[in-house]
């Protein structure tokens, strides 16, 4: 197991070894997104911007229209709140090849509160055109994803949770962009999920297993662009979707769940995740307790909504 | 070293740039007027005198870069690119239509030859401290000058810029200040003050050029509609290449200046000329094409 921002750190650093165009923007964050671990390996090519999002964002794209692969820093909610209008008309309508490294995703960010929990970050990344939204489970998954953006061309947003989660992928693991991957097969209820909370929902289907649920789990870490195939015909196979996120209930992976399956496979699908409320500061088992997103929390949960069906 | 005669050269083009930007607006039924006739004399000295551009290669990657950052004067650019030969001049005819290369904001995935997209103000400068930074960071030689609007500047994120560049030692970063005086609707004043109902000044009172070099810029100030003073100003500039400061050239200017009814008039920001107003600015225009 290894935090989030370690594995963004030391991918990075890894990568700009063999990749010259690779540049880290940071603004005044990088001991805490770990950028910092660039900063020290490639100085002249760390570029502190202050704390100055919008311009950062700005100056990346003059970066890359010039041939360098620049990947900014900074938490999420400094990109999707506070520097959205250049992301949208200078990266997305570009299509400039800049890689937005979004820190603290969803709710734990190390007891920051609700300023610092952006849970809306996913239904505004996936309503922008040209823009392409990738969420981790894993360590692996991580360095697997930051690997691809690097060498893809184009606007790519990352949603990076802070923190470690429990390994679900091994070393033969291959990002294919849009691919969803299924965590677990099983016949009363599909769980669709992205990010560490697919970690959690596998733990919380391993649970209900032995209480005589049988919950499939699909892991979406390619939020946009996404298989819909995938997600329909992994849901054909069940007569009850729920869809868990570190995000709110609109918009996000649920609402994408939700417009795919009334669209081409109508079935009842109930959304997880937060509704309509902002967080708070607390440690992280309090605010997934909090939110209904433990694995134990989580599969009472389900275990309702199955129940009640 | 530029003369007289050069000048009036540049004169000519300005005069039918201004005429070719403000009858493509009629024709189309909707742009801006006041601010392309603000920048129309600067717009000429950098695309015909000052930059190293090459119509024919728009994506020639030592040209010098260039960014409207007040994008809504797009018409303005258009018509000198136009000039300049990096698009026919008739196809300004579609400025604003369905399909068209040249959008109501500069769409630099449309038209080969811009550096970047505007629109939303503010943004333009951030992407040439990129542009500049890269260039230092690559070893490339090429100079990028960015517009600014004076209302422009009310946008916070100029400011990220205006403080980040000198930090960086930009001397390859040429900004270009259009200081026209007048915003789309402006400032109503303080309680019991009268609304001029004029639009002026963007910034009443304030020293920005004072406030530039605070942060670390090497001013020029220039009248932005006297060649002889646009041209020095610009080269001074881009000579200051390898220098350690990127410079701000402060260009008082008249919105809407060339035309006797349209200058220094708010109204002008975004209006349609009528066909008789277009009669009488051929005219002062020494135009002598057909109006249609």
Redesign the interface.
């Known amino acids: 197991m290894k935090a989030l921002r370690d594995v963004f750190g030391d991918t990075l650093v890894s990568l700009a070894g063999t990749n010259k165009n690779v ?1 880290v923007l940071d603004a005044d964050l990088a001991n805490s997104t770990k950028a910092d671990k660039f900063a020290k390996a490639y100085p ?1 090519r760390f ?1 502190q ?2 704390i ?1 999002e ?15 692969v620049p990947w900014l820093s900074t938490f999420t909610i400094f990109f999707t709140h506070r520097a959205i ?2 992301i ?3 990266v997305a ?3 400039a090849n800049v890689k937005l490294g979004a820190a603290y995703a969803g709710l734990l960010t190390g007891l920051t509160g609700k300023t610092h929990q952006d849970v809306e970050d996913i239904a505004i990344m996936r309503a922008m055109p040209d823009m392409t939204v990738l969420a981790p489970a894993d360590a692996i998954e991580g360095e697997a994803i930051i690997r691809w953006a690097t060498e893809y061309q184009g606007p790519v947003y990352l949603r990076l949770a802070r923190d470690a989660s429990a390994n679900v992928f091994d070393q033969s693991y291959r990002f294919v962009p849009g691919k969803t991957i299924s965590l677990r097969d099983g016949g009363d209820v599909l769980l669709i999920s992205t990010g560490p909370q697919s970690v959690r929902c596998l733990q919380a289907a391993e649970a209900l297993h032995g209480q005589g649920i049988s919950a499939g789990v699909l892991h979406v870490p390619s939020i946009k662009p996404v298989n819909k195939e995938e997600i329909v015909s992994a849901s054909e196979k069940v007569k009850l979707v729920i869809t868990v996120e570190e995000h709110s209930i609109y918009g996000g992976l649920g609402g994408m769940v939700a417009e795919i399956l009334s669209e081409a496979a109508p079935r009842r699908v109930v959304r997880f995740g937060i509704e309509d409320r902002w967080g708070e500061s607390a440690p992280n088992d309090y605010l997934l307790d909090l939110f209904e997103m433990s694995p134990a929390r989580l599969s009472e949960r389900i275990k309702k909504v199955v129940g009640g069906r | 070293m530029s003369t007289k005669t050069d000048y009036q050269e540049l004169e000519a083009l300005a005069r039918r740039g201004r005429w070719l930007a403000i009858s493509t607006v009629a024709k189309s039924g909707a742009g801006h007027v006041g601010g392309p006739f603000s920048a129309m004399d600067m717009l000429i000295a950098l695309y015909f005198r000052v930059m190293n551009v090459k119509p024919e290669e728009p994506r020639w990657s030592d040209r010098d870069r260039f960014v409207l950052s007040k994008g809504h004067s797009s018409i303005g650019q258009y018509v000198v690119m136009a000039l300049r030969g990096f698009l026919p001049v008739e196809e300004l005819k579609t400025f604003d239509k369905g399909g068209s290369r040249l959008q109501g904001h500069p769409d630099v995935t449309k038209l080969p030859g811009l550096d970047t997209s505007t629109g939303s103000l503010g943004q333009g400068l951030s992407v040439g401290l990129g542009f500049a930074l890269g260039a230092r960071m690559r070893g490339q030689k090429f100079h990028t000058f960015v517009m600014l609007g004076d209302g422009e500047l009310q946008e916070g994120m100029v400011w990220e810029a205006l403080h980040v560049a000198p930090r960086y030692k930009l001397g390859n970063l040429t900004a270009i200040l259009d200081w026209n005086g007048l915003q789309q609707f402006g400032w109503v004043l303080a309680i019991n003050e009268q609304h001029r109902g004029d639009r002026r000044d963007p910034w009443a009172g304030i020293d920005l050029r004072g406030i530039f070099e605070k942060l670390g810029w090497r001013c020029i100030e220039i009248n932005g509609h006297d060649f002889s003073q646009i041209i020095p100003a610009l080269e001074s500039a881009k000579a200051a290449g390898d220098s350690e400061q990127p410079t701000m050239i402060v260009a008082h200017t008249i919105k809407g200046k060339g035309v006797h009814f349209t200058e220094g008039k708010h109204e002008w920001h975004s209006k349609i000329a009528t066909k008789e107003e277009l009669e009488v600015i051929a005219k002062e225009l020494n135009i002598e094409e057909a109006i249609v």
């Open positions: 540049v002249d570029l911007m202050g100055a919008q311009n950062f964002v700005g100056v990346a794209v003059g970066l890359a229209s010039v041939g360098f209008d250049p949208r008309m200078l309508q570009t299509k």
